[in-house]
């Protein structure tokens, strides 16, 4: 078999094409749930311990069916960073170091056209890594038999709960904050948990994450025994 030009091995051992991924390359309750059990939130700068994608995952999954009993939106966070299995946690801040960096490195090439070329690098950086992320969820949501793209509804009530679980994740386990965050977080409610965040230890965040995914995804759990 010729290998893809652009791939990673996975934890069971399989090929990730990073360009053309496909639902035949992911592994939900293997590669996905062990890898984001690994994976710190925050950059890894959370006092006392790992707060791993998969608990982060699995919580917002629980405060969404807890509030709302929407089965399907609960599916959706479960698996909306199931990506980051494959290209880590970038946080937000990097993200946007990147972006502004990739425009100023094109606008000193373009003298000429500076102020345009500044944004067109920012947006060709920021575009990249949403379109690698957004294959893999096509692959990852095929993989669990689910409808990609979510609906635009669906899509805004992801990126909210998102929003709600940062804002009580940063109450529970950050330390205090040096300057204000993003109005769309310092104003948010935050998501209402069954009690304060306790740190799992990684390998119960991969048996935790598997258990929503039995939970919220029968079939597919059905396909893996």
């Not at 590669?31 to 699995?58: K, M, N, T, W, Y």
């Amino acid at each position: 078999m010729t290998a893809p030009d652009i791939w990673m091995q996975t934890l069971t051992g399989r090929a990730m094409d990073l360009m053309e991924p496909t639902a035949g390359m992911v592994d939900l309750f293997g590669d996905v749930a062990e890898a984001l059990a690994r994976l710190c939130r925050f950059g890894g700068h959370v006092p006392g311990g790992i707060f791993s994608v998969a608990q982060h995952c699995a919580l917002g999954a629980d405060a969404i069916m807890d509030e709302t009993g929407n089965t399907a939106l609960a599916r959706a966070f479960l698996l909306h960073d199931a990506h980051e299995a494959y290209v880590n946690d970038i946080t937000t801040p990097v993200s946007q170091a990147l972006q502004r960096r990739t425009g100023l490195k094109l606008a000193a090439l373009m003298p000429g056209a500076a102020e345009q070329a500044r944004r067109t690098g920012q947006g060709l950086a920021r575009d990249a890594l949403m379109e690698l992320k957004r294959d893999l969820d096509r692959a990852i949501f095929g993989a669990a038999g689910l409808e990609w793209p979510l609906p635009p509804e669906m899509a805004v009530e992801v990126l909210h709960w998102d929003l709600r679980m940062l804002q009580v994740e940063r109450a529970h386990l950050l330390s205090a904050t040096p300057h204000p965050w993003a109005p769309s977080v310092e104003c948010i409610a935050p998501a209402r948990l069954r009690s304060r965040i306790r740190l799992w230890p990684w390998p119960d965040a991969a048996d935790e994450y598997r258990a929503r995914l039995t939970t919220l995804i029968p079939h597919i759990a059905a396909r893996a025994a």
